[in-house]
């Protein structure tokens, strides 16, 4: 058997050791699923996503056994940027339903025992609110109230643009000139998403009030969007391009916008917090506030997104992950992974189709809480089978014909079965086409198949509910091939994750590896096309992985020598 490298990294889980998995709170022990609800399904025929359709598929998301639906915007939208533009922080767009329709779809979750997490959307509101329309325009009976609601700045003396700062969809200037006013107004992402002014304390607590009308109807908490952008530096100096620091970027202040937030969500009785930004692992990790202050109960976690790619070593991942581990252990917090969402590509499509199960093994069985993107359980690809007339998401289509940085490829309707539109929708059209895969590709069909993406990813789902998983501590290491780790209770039941990230096949002592206990062990899932079979048995001693096979394991309480 070929030699295997020394154990890299073995790092102890502090935070989480003499915690049992009956003390974590809901989003820390369980799966939180994002929904795009554009893309889910539509129940009106109209070809767009809407409430009524998250309704019907309550029952289906149930049967995944994830512990929450966070919900991308929903409220009122002119939808320049998808919803991620809100005209009225407190009404349902119509497209997606009416509020009878929302409240339904909270009482049906929870009846479940499914938590609803609301996407607030606190950097930026739409141009058409009503706050905006007033404080651009000073002839405006509100004017003097709304002001200084946004980010308002003279020109330069030359007329131009206050400074350099790019907007975040086309690195353009970030700021657009209003003739009314005579002023520059900062929009860090579309011309229709004005940036509110969090120097300005009535603005906070208008949104705090935001976030309680929400909280008072009874939802279980929020995913706070684009926090790295809540404030900017002082004077709005320059920044230097390609800089890890950017005064428009994670500035101290915008941490203590996050605790202010933070404070409301603590009015309640079991609610969640939290908060979306890229940035260094020391600018994600200043969101989760101190103890003193508190902040997100977790700040995403996308090295898995960001890091690692498909040209990435199995020492690659090991590294990104055992770092990650090891600071979070450091700092005390609360650990989290991600994997998709609607502004990456799919999994399938930066990976590989045959991955997709070994990625969901990370995703699910890391320490921490797991976030999936729809779609993501049952493998579903990048579709870019579409022209810039129907791709219309602002982050692409620059030049009016390549897709280029758009997210609409992962945006594309929810493949539920074979049927017309994949099931999605009624209409002649839908929104965004539907990937021509769904004819095999969907949910029914792995339904139905004995092995599958949505099976494996159940049995992950449920393996989640191991006191190794919940609380066990880490250890991870590597061969050439795998990125291989384990998680072990109090009790040393062990629960092992390897994954062979390359593309030659590997053979791998997972006892000497991860230093695993001399017990056996059977095969608690596997990727669909191992030829492993989950309830099998397995000698972690001599594995042989073909390409992208991914299996994970766990102990049977008999210690080898007494086998
Ligand atoms: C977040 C959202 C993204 C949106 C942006 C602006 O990054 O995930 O979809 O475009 O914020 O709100
Ligand atoms: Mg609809």
């Not at 919900?71 to 009122?76: A, E, G, N, R, V």
């Not at 700062?165 to 200037?173: E, S």
């Not at 089978?385 to 791709?391: G, K, R, W």
Request: charged residues 20%.
């Amino acid at each position: 058997m070929r030699k295997v490298q020394p154990l890299l990294l073995f790092a102890a889980v502090a935070a989480m050791v003499g915690a049992t998995a009956g003390q974590l709170a809901w989003w820390e022990s369980g799966v939180i699923y994002q929904i795009y609800p554009r893309s889910f399904k539509d129940s009106d025929g109209d070809g767009v996503g809407d409430l009524n359709g998250v309704i019907e598929k309550l029952d289906y998301l149930q049967s995944l056994g994830v512990a929450a639906i966070w919900l991308s915007p929903i409220y009122k939208s002119p939808m320049a940027d998808y919803g991620y533009d809100i005209s009225d922080y407190r009404e349902i767009d119509p497209l997606f339903g009416t509020m009878e329709d929302f409240e339904a779809l909270l009482e049906g979750a929870h009846q479940r025992d499914i938590k609803v997490i609301l996407d607030f959307v606190p950097n930026h509101s739409s141009d058409e609110h009503e706050w905006f329309i007033a404080s651009s325009d000073p002839t405006h009976e509100n004017y003097e109230k709304y002001k200084d609601y946004y980010v308002w700045v003279d020109a330069k003396e030359d007329g131009s643009v206050p400074n350099n700062w790019p907007t975040q969809f086309d690195q353009q200037t970030a700021w657009e000139w209003n003739e009314a006013r005579q002023q520059y107004y900062l929009h860090q992402f579309h011309i229709k998403q004005p940036d509110l002014n969090y120097r300005n304390p009535e603005v906070l607590a208008e949104m705090q009030d935001n976030l309680r009308f929400w909280l008072d109807k009874g939802v279980d908490g929020y995913r706070m969007d684009a926090v790295t952008f809540l404030v900017e530096a002082e004077g709005f100096p320059d920044g230097v391009p390609g800089d890890i620091d950017q005064p428009y970027m994670h500035q101290p202040e915008s941490y203590v916008i996050v605790q202010e937030f933070r404070a409301v969500v603590d009015e309640y009785d079991n609610r969640t917090m939290i908060t979306e930004s890229y940035g260094t692992v020391d600018q994600i990790l200043g969101y989760y506030g101190n103890e003193t202050n508190p902040g997100a109960d977790f700040s995403f976690n996308f090295l898995l997104i960001t890091d690692v790619n498909a040209s990435s070593t199995a020492a690659d991942f090991a590294e990104v992950i055992g770092n990650w581990i090891d600071i979070v252990d450091e700092r005390g917090v609360w650990s989290n992974w991600v994997i998709g969402n609607h502004d990456q590509h799919r999994v399938a499509s930066r990976f590989s189709p045959d991955l997709v199960d070994g990625m969901n093994m990370l995703v699910t069985l890391l320490p921490g809480t797991a976030v999936t993107y729809n779609g993501e359980e049952i493998g579903m690809e990048d579709n870019y089978n579409m022209t810039c007339e129907i791709a219309t998401d602002p982050a692409g289509c620059w030049d009016g014909v390549t897709l280029g940085n758009s997210r609409d490829p992962e945006r594309t309707p929810f493949q539920w079965d074979n049927s017309t539109n994949a099931g999605f929708s009624t209409a002649n059209e839908t929104w965004l086409p539907v990937n021509e895969n769904y004819v095999t590709l969907n949910a029914e069909a792995q339904e139905e198949a004995g092995r599958s993406h949505l099976k494996t990813y159940r049995q992950l789902v449920a393996l989640r509910e191991e006191p190794a998983v919940q609380t066990g501590v880490t250890a991870v290491n590597s061969s050439a091939q795998v990125i291989a780790f384990s998680r072990t209770a109090d009790d040393g039941t062990e629960v092992v994750v390897a994954v062979n990230v390359g593309d030659r096949p590997d053979v791998v002592d997972l006892y000497e590896m991860l230093g695993l206990s001399q017990r056996s062990f059977v095969i608690s899932a596997a990727s669909v096309s191992s030829i492993r079979q989950p309830g099998g048995p397995a000698d972690p001693g001599l594995l042989v992985f073909s390409p992208h096979e991914s299996v994970t394991l766990i102990s049977t309480p008999v210690e080898l020598e007494e086998y």
